[in-house]
Every structure is written in C-alpha cells, then in structure tokens.
C-alpha cells in the first residue's frame, strides 16, 4: 500500500524558514518522480517543486531562489526547505508520487515532467505577516 506521510508544517512569521519533510512507504522508492504541491483556501492546488528518480529539479518561478526539494533515497524521504516565506506562501502542503506509467491510477496531476496521483494527506503551513 502506498502511503505518503508528510510532517513539519506550522506557523512561522514573514521571512522565516520550514523544513517539510514526507515518508513514503509501499512502492520503490528510488524510482518514483516526487513533488510538492500546495493549496490555499479558495485557490487551486498548484505544484511547487518536483525532483526525478535522476535527482533533477523543477520549481515553481513563485519559490525559485527560496525553495529547495530534496530526496534520500536510502531513507525513503522527500523534504521541502522553505526559507524567505510570504505570507502569500501559506497553504496546505501536499507530498506527491509519480509510480511510472504501469502504476498509474486516473486523475493523475501532470507538473513538469512528471505525473502524480498518489498523495499524502497534507502539512498545514501559515505564515503571518
């Protein structure tokens, strides 16, 4: 069973930092595309960063420079380090999984170059002004 287990949100004022951090569990680790999502009350959900089985990044131009995904892969673990925060960054954070193609389920989300359709249940991040 797949599963994705984020942790680390909270509530930090404008230009601080948070490290979020999800566990997977259930599928091979090491060959999935990760990703970050957010979704604000009343907004869309929107990626925010994503990093290959190959260690590659992408971001969203909104964090580019203040945002940085990370992966270890011996510890089955994604992380977001979040620095410089907005207020305008405040959301609730999604951790996401692209499995490959044999895996896919309906609905998956594409967001660079990877589709997702696996999700944790989401870190609450408020950042006050």
């Known amino acids: 069973q797949v599963r994705l287990v984020e942790s680390g949100g909270g509530s930090v004022q404008a230009g601080g930092s948070l490290r979020l951090s999800c566990a997977a569990s259930?599928?091979?680790?090491?060959?999935?595309?990760m990703g970050w999502f957010r979704q604000a009350p009343g907004k869309e959900r929107e990626g925010v960063a994503t990093?290959?089985?190959?260690?590659?990044?992408n971001y969203a131009d909104s964090v580019k420079g203040r945002f940085t995904i990370s992966r270890d892969n011996a510890k089955n673990s994604l992380s977001l380090e979040m620095n410089s925060l907005k207020p305008e960054d405040s959301a609730l954070y999604y951790c996401?999984?692209?499995?490959?193609?044999?895996?896919?389920?309906?609905?998956?989300?594409?967001?660079?170059?990877?589709?997702?359709?696996?999700w944790g249940q989401g870190s609450q991040v408020t950042v006050s002004s």
């Open positions: 996401a999984a692209d499995l490959g193609p044999f895996f896919r389920i309906p609905a998956a989300v594409r967001y660079g170059p990877c589709l997702f359709d696996r």
């Open positions: 259930g599928f091979i680790y090491s060959r999935a595309c």
């Open positions: 990093i290959d089985r190959d260690g590659k990044t």
